[in-house]
């Protein structure tokens, strides 16, 4: 199913935070960006932390804020950003990752919100992640 998405403007946290590396660049599912942004909006100092994470280097991780959720070779290059509070809710913002064929870029698409309401991956969570997984976005480096 083919996708739109649309990039997300970072500069100024880029300035802010002091990041010059522009080799990652982060972009929203268009059909979804309105549960994204709900999440978004709902934990910002989070959002920001996982950004830096994120933004920090092309193959950099830190699995409590932005880690690979890959649960079989069909959903290999999905990647969560990681909304844990300690009040239980444990929401995700689902990602693909594209690599450029030098792997010296990434594209990191935020495709999904989700409200995870448990530590397993329960069969809903498999068929989300299959259905993501299938999402066609026209990638151009």
């Avoid at 809710?89 to 792997?103: D, L, S």
Wanted: proline share 1%; aromatic share 14%.
């Amino acid at each position: 199913m083919e996708r739109s998405y649309t990039e997300v403007n970072l500069d100024s946290y880029r300035r802010e935070h002091q990041i010059a590396d522009t080799r990652v660049r982060v972009y929203m599912d268009i059909e979804n960006s309105e549960e994204i942004l709900s999440i978004i909006t709902q934990y910002m100092t989070r959002f920001q932390m996982i950004l830096y994470w994120v933004l920090k280097g092309v193959k950099s991780y830190n699995d409590d804020f932005y880690g690979d959720e890959s649960i079989s070779g069909k959903t290999k290059g999905i990647y969560a950003m990681k909304f844990k509070t300690g009040k239980g809710q444990n929401f995700r913002i689902y990602c693909r990752e594209f690599f450029n064929p030098a792997q010296t870029q990434k594209k990191v698409i935020m495709a999904f919100g989700y409200h995870k309401k448990s530590e397993d991956v329960d069969k809903k969570l498999k068929n989300i992640l299959g259905s993501i997984a299938e999402y066609d976005y026209e990638i151009t480096w």
